[in-house]
């Protein structure tokens, strides 16, 4: 799968992409720590800036720096990594009006894209080639107001709906959540704790005795890496 990404013939990028830039913090390759591709050799596209400020970031270093860069420039990165699937994140990637732009080109060039958003901004208009990840921010986040919860309806069975919780008032607020909107009809629903916040085998039992339609699962990348930067 990885040789058809690479070797299969693509339209050169056009004028519109080459002119185009992005503000990016970092381009890595690493293995997918959340989502239903969890476990995946990854590239992941960083883009700098967030309207949000999450109690439990843990990317604050993509609230500002990074540099311009050309979407064209960036695939051709992406495409030397020889890895298949692509994963756009921030920050919040949607805080940049051409990340879209960016979405569609890396769809155009064969990849598997995936893109991570706090759910704060609209979703509508996103290629429908690309696997939404969608937070819904609980209390403990700092940021709960900001849902935008138009977002809901706009959810496709290839999207994903992700909760971060940090304590089991967050927890209830999920559930009632997910019972109310009917999360689980819609699209699969992601459940995580905050690393070194709540207790992961508490959240894990809190599932199986409310039988949420939920996929628990615990960000692979701390347990494997801490918060090292690039991984």
């Known amino acids: 799968m990885v040789s058809k990404v690479?070797?299969?013939?693509?339209?050169r990028p056009t004028g519109s992409t080459r002119s185009t830039t992005l503000r990016v913090s970092e381009v890595f390759a690493s293995i997918q720590g959340e989502s239903s591709r969890i476990g995946l050799p990854t590239v992941?596209?960083?883009l700098t800036g967030c309207p949000l400020r999450c109690v439990w970031c843990d990317t604050e270093y993509a609230f500002t720096g990074g540099r311009n860069r050309p979407i064209d420039e960036l695939v051709e990165e992406i495409r030397g990594f020889g890895i298949p699937t692509i994963c756009v994140t921030g920050g919040e990637p949607l805080a940049q009006k051409e990340c879209r732009t960016l979405l569609r080109?890396?769809?155009?060039a064969g990849f598997s894209v995936s893109l991570e958003t706090s759910g704060a901004l609209d979703i509508d208009g996103i290629d429908a080639r690309v696997a939404r990840i969608v937070d819904l921010k609980a209390p403990g986040s700092g940021e709960c107001e900001r849902n935008r919860l138009e977002n809901i309806a706009l959810l496709r069975p290839t999207d994903e709906v992700k909760f971060v919780l940090a304590d089991e008032t967050d927890y209830a607020w999920a559930?009632?959540?997910?019972?109310?909107?009917r999360l689980g009809e819609r699209c699969p629903v992601l459940m995580s704790p905050v690393h070194g916040s709540l207790d992961p085998t508490a959240l894990a039992e809190l599932i199986v005795q409310d039988r949420l339609p939920v996929r628990f699962q615990m960000q692979l990348h701390k347990i494997l890496w801490a918060?090292?930067?690039g991984k």
């Open 6 to 11: 690479l070797t299969r013939a693509e339209p």
């Open 44 to 46: 992941f596209v960083r």
């Open 105 to 108: 080109t890396l769809c155009d």
């Open 175 to 181: 559930k009632r959540m997910i019972i109310e909107h």
């Open 227 to 229: 918060d090292a930067r």
